[in-house]
C-alpha cells in the first residue's frame, strides 16, 4: 500500500514508538508526585519542554501541552476571548478555518463575542491588508491558520502579525499544524500557536499551545 493521507495524520517514526515504549513502561510515576519515581518523570518532562522551546526560539515557560491540536485552538481562542473581554468584543477569522477553530467561533458568538469570518481570496488566502481592512477599535483577537488543511494554501502569517500587533489591544494566533516541520514559523512574532505531533510522525494525544508569558488565559479544564 502506498499511503497519501500524511497531511491528516502520520505514521508514528520507529525511533519515536521505541522511546514511547519505554516511557510508558518506565516512567508511569505522577509528575506532580514528590517520590523519587514522580521526580523523574517530572525531569523528563521538563526536560522535553526546553528542548522544544528552544527549537522554536521561545522560553520553557511559553510551551503548554494539550492532548490535541482542537484543544489547543479552543484553549487559544476561547481561553483568551473569556479573559479578556475587557479588551474589546470583535474577532477576525476565516471562513475556511479547521472544525475546531470553527466551532470555537461558534460558541463565543453563542454568548455575545462579535466574530467576523473573512473570505480567502483567489489564492486561497486571507490577505494582510483584508486583516488591515476589517480590524475595528474593539478587535482583541485574530486567528488564522499558517497553512490550509483542505488546499495548502498559505496564509502571510509574518505579515499578518505585523498589522496585527499595530493594534493596541488585539493578540494574533495561528494554527500551524500543517506548517510544524514544513516550512519556516514566525513563532517570535506569534502571541499563539498550534501545534500537533501526530502531524509529524509523532504519537497521537501530544501537542501543544505556544503562549507568549505575556497573553493571559482562562483555563478551560480545571485541575
Known amino acids: 500500500m502506498i499511503y497519501f493521507d500524511n497531511a491528516s495524520t502520520t505514521s508514528v517514526r520507529p525511533e519515536v514508538a521505541r522511546v514511547y515504549k519505554k516511557l510508558v513502561e518506565e516512567s508511569f ?57 475587557q479588551r474589546g468584543n470583535h474577532i477576525l477569522t476565516s471562513n475556511v478555518e479547521h472544525s475546531s477553530t470553527r466551532h470555537a467561533m461558534d460558541f463565543l458568538e453563542s454568548i455575545g463575542f462579535d466574530v467576523e469570518r473573512l473570505p480567502i481570496n483567489e489564492q486561497g488566502i486571507v490577505s494582510a491588508q483584508a486583516v488591515k481592512d476589517h480590524l475595528r477599535k474593539d478587535t482583541m483577537l485574530v486567528s488564522l491558520m499558517h497553512v490550509n488543511n483542505e488546499i495548502g494554501s498559505i496564509n502571510p502569517i509574518e505579515a499578518i502579525a505585523d498589522v496585527v500587533h499595530r493594534h ?25 500557536a498550534t501545534i500537533s505531533a501526530h502531524k509529524i510522525h509523532g504519537v497521537k494525544g501530544s501537542a501543544l499551545l505556544m503562549k507568549k508569558n505575556r497573553i493571559q488565559l482562562q483555563p478551560l479544564v480545571f485541575g
Do not use: W
Not at 488585539?170 to 514544513?182: A, N
Open 29 to 85: 510515576a505522577n509528575a506532580d508526585s514528590m517520590h523519587s519515581p514522580g521526580r523523574k518523570t517530572k525531569r523528563q518532562l521538563e526536560q522535553a519542554r526546553s528542548h522544544i522551546a528552544r527549537s522554536l526560539g521561545v522560553d520553557d515557560s511559553e510551551i503548554v501541552f494539550t492532548s490535541c491540536a482542537s484543544e489547543s485552538n479552543s484553549l487559544a481562542i476561547v481561553g483568551y476571548a473569556l479573559a479578556n473581554r
Open 168 to 192: 493596541p489591544t488585539c493578540v494574533f494566533h495561528s494554527d500551524c499544524v500543517q506548517s510544524f516541520g514544513k516550512i519556516g514559523i514566525p513563532f517570535q512574532k506569534l502571541d499563539m
